[in-house]
């Protein structure tokens, strides 16, 4: 057998399609906000590929590059700037933050509706909650392109090797809400092949290059990589995931990397960002709604 790849691309440009769409119904253009700390090179290279995305499809952008001694509360001062501009309507952080900056009080500031990382408490509480929200972009980016790609979650088991905040218990809350049996494998799971070897769809995201071996994976099983590792070479570094290439000869379906979810993340961030323009307007008609006698 050799695994049909399931290249994120194409699934990011029908997610980007669907946000342009909707765009077209928006009354305002809605406007992208990305702050960033510090000169970190993959920071730094991520803040721009996201605002040249954000441009290419409509929206409005603007990056906030701050200095690296930037302290905690002048963040936090400009989180509630833009928390109070209307024309405000996506606010991003990008991670990670200096040492002598905390995270959680800074995802905490960010107003609800304008979290399009889907970090904030309120987003995480609906997402468990199956209310409306504002999604992790990576989780929602796999969840997208398996729909892209014709694959149903619903009554298949599905087991998770990974559980940050940032993927694995997120994914865990969307495919649950699929309709998936879902298992969550971790550090501590013993024999963790017996476990990922009953898994229909196998997601890894532990950041640790080529852990998943093809004989921890089920004949036809669907297979998502959601780490990125970077390894050196005589030559140059380069980037592999948490799945060894050889699971494609055992698996059904798999995603490559790089090339894989990566797309999805971007793509899933502006969706969000227009999903946030589209809550704030009816939040505010609402208000109207609520305040006319």
């Known amino acids: 057998m ?7 691309g194409p699934a990011a440009d029908a997610l980007l399609a669907d946000a342009r769409t909707r765009l077209s119904d928006l009354s305002a253009t809605p406007h992208l906000h990305v702050i960033r700390l510090g000169e970190d090179p993959a920071s730094v290279s991520y803040v721009r590929l996201k605002d040249k995305k954000a441009r290419e499809i409509g929206l409005h952008s603007t ?8 302290s905690e509360e002048a963040l936090l001062e400009l989180i509630g700037t833009l928390n109070h501009d209307e024309h405000a309507h996506g606010i991003l952080v990008q991670l990670p933050l200096p040492r002598h900056v905390s995270t959680e009080p800074v995802i905490a500031a960010i107003d609800p509706f304008k979290d399009v990382d889907g970090f904030h408490p309120s987003n995480v509480g609906s997402l468990w909650s199956g209310l409306p929200g504002l999604p992790p972009c990576t989780p929602a980016g796999v969840m997208a392109m398996l729909a892209h790609y014709g694959i ?18 997120p994914l865990a809350a969307l495919l649950l809400r699929a309709d998936a049996t879902v298992t969550i494998a971790h550090s501590r799971t013993p024999d963790l092949a017996q476990v990922t070897r009953q898994a229909d769809l ?26 990125i590792n970077r390894v050196r070479g005589p030559e140059r570094d380069r ?4 799945v060894h290439p050889d699971v494609a000869t055992v698996a059904s379906a798999m995603t490559p990397v790089p090339g894989g979810v990566g797309p999805l993340t971007v793509a899933q961030l502006l969706a969000n960002t227009v999903r946030a323009a589209e809550l704030q307007h009816y939040q505010r008609h609402a208000a109207l709604r609520q305040a006319t006698p």
């Open 63 to 70: 990056v906030h590059a701050l200095g690296e001694e930037t």
């Open 152 to 169: 149903s979650a619903a009554g298949r088991r599905a087991v998770i090797v990974g559980r940050s905040n940032i993927v694995g218990k």
């Open 2 to 8: 050799s695994a049909r790849e399931l290249r994120g």
């Open 239 to 242: 980037l592999v995931g948490d």
């Open 202 to 227: 196998l997601f890894a995201a532990v950041g640790r290059a080529g852990l998943i071996t093809p004989e921890m994976v089920q004949e036809g099983a669907v297979v998502v990589d959601v780490g």
